[in-house]
Every structure is written in structure tokens, then in C-alpha cells.
């Protein structure tokens, strides 16, 4: 579902910042497009726990090894916070990454690296995220580390070369977005996610959560494919609606 989170971030930070520009307030360009970027790496994020995903074969060895040791760390917490109820969990993969806590967490902890960073951080941020979202979005004959990695470095570069100065807190805005976004995609899978972890929910504190049995689809269907197309033609509009507010501005 790699694609698929990358376009539900990047549609819906579009939507809503048309939203915004429907309701009177307009949001500078810049923050347009670089929400829309965040966003769409940022989905990509909550699999951090999975060695196989895409966020692993993202930057090559390195980003390999640091999925493998997030899941570990996640399997270890489900063991430990786990009830009598929860179904035991071995490999880590939709535990914590996979919550609202973590997407506020997250974002919130890109707002103060934002804030006291400035545009360099902001840069890193830009690079992680761009990576991402082409390991993601481009054709698999096409992707790789190499190219996931020269996309962040070009995307960083010309953010820091163009970005106008200011402060950068609000990163964690489209981060939080991101995540969320993820959640929600997952959600509407046959398997469902631990969202509201830690709260105790029917004796369970890993309760997964599930969108209604007609919502519900498998990943890689043409449910999955058909959905994604909605979303693809939500951000387009979305996209349009906001260049016309912004050649009037």
C-alpha cells in the first residue's frame, strides 16, 4: 500500500489547504507545496516497523537497519503492555507506530526540530520525506535507494536555496498529517490497526480497529487501485482549485 499512503497524505494536506482557501484563508505557496511533499513521505513513515517495507528499502543499508531495530523495539513493547486479551505480536509490524500517539508525537517533535532548527532542519526533514514518497509513488523498475536518495538530496537543495526565511514549526503540521493519514488507510484493511493505544478498550490495550465489514478491502485488490484513483482525482482538484485561488491573489 506503499503508493497509496504517499497519495492520501499528499491529496489530503491538498484538500484541506483548499478548504482553507474556500473558507477565506488562503495558504502561501510554499507551504502548499512543501506540506504536500512532507505529507506524502510522511504516510510512509508508521511502517518504519517493518523491514520489508518501502520505508526500509528506502535509503539502502542504513534505513534497512533502522526498520529492523524499530520493529524489534515495538514487538518488545507489545510483549510487556500487552493484556491476556491482545493476541501476541512477534515481529512489531502495527503496534506503536501505528497509533495516534505516535503520529502526535511525531509531529509534535518535527515542530520543536522545526522551530529550533530553522531551515536546515527543515531541509533534513525535506530530504527524508521526498525519499520516501518516490521509493513510493515511482514504477518498481524505476526505484531505488540511489534515486530515492538523489531525489531528498535535490528536494533539500532547492528547498534550502528557494525557501523563503521564517519560522519552520509548522513542519509538524503535514507530519502528523502524514502519519495519520497512514493510519486511516490502514484502517480500512481487513486487519486494522491498534489506533487508540493506550487506552484500554474491551479489556484490550492493542484492540485493532476496523473500518465497517462493506468499507473494508484487501491490500493490492482492485479495491485498494480504485480508491487510490478517487484520491489521485481529489488532490487534482484540490491542486486546481488552488492555483486558481492563487492567480487571483
Known sequence: MGSSHAVSGAAGWLAGCAVL???????????????????????????????????????????????????????????????ALDVRDLDGHRTLTHTVLFALVTGGLIALGGLLGGLVFAGVVMFATTGLAVRALWPRRKRGALGATLAGVLAAAALLTFAPTGGWWWLGVPVAFGCLAHIGGDMLTNTGV?????????????????????????????????????MLAAGGVAAGWLLQVAAQM
Do not use: N, Q, Y
Open 21 to 83: 482557501a474556500a473558507a477565506g484563508h488562503p495558504v502561501a505557496v510554499p507551504v502548499i507545496i512543501v506540506g504536500a511533499v512532507v505529507a506524502a513521505g510522511s504516510a510512509l513513515v508508521p511502517d518504519c516497523d517493518h523491514p520489508s517495507s518501502s520505508v526500509a528499502h528506502t535509503f539502502g543499508p542504513v534505513s534497512k537497519w533502522a526498520c529492523r531495530r524499530i520493529g524489534r523495539m515495538c514487538a518488545v513493547l507489545h510483549a510487556r503492555t500487552r493484556t
Open 194 to 230: 491498534p489506533a487508540l493505544f493506550p487506552l484500554m478498550l474491551r479489556g484490550r490495550r492493542w484492540r485493532r480497529l476496523r473500518a465497517p465489514r462493506p468499507l473494508r478491502f484487501g491490500t493490492g485488490g482492485r479495491a485498494e487501485h480504485l480508491v487510490r484513483w478517487l
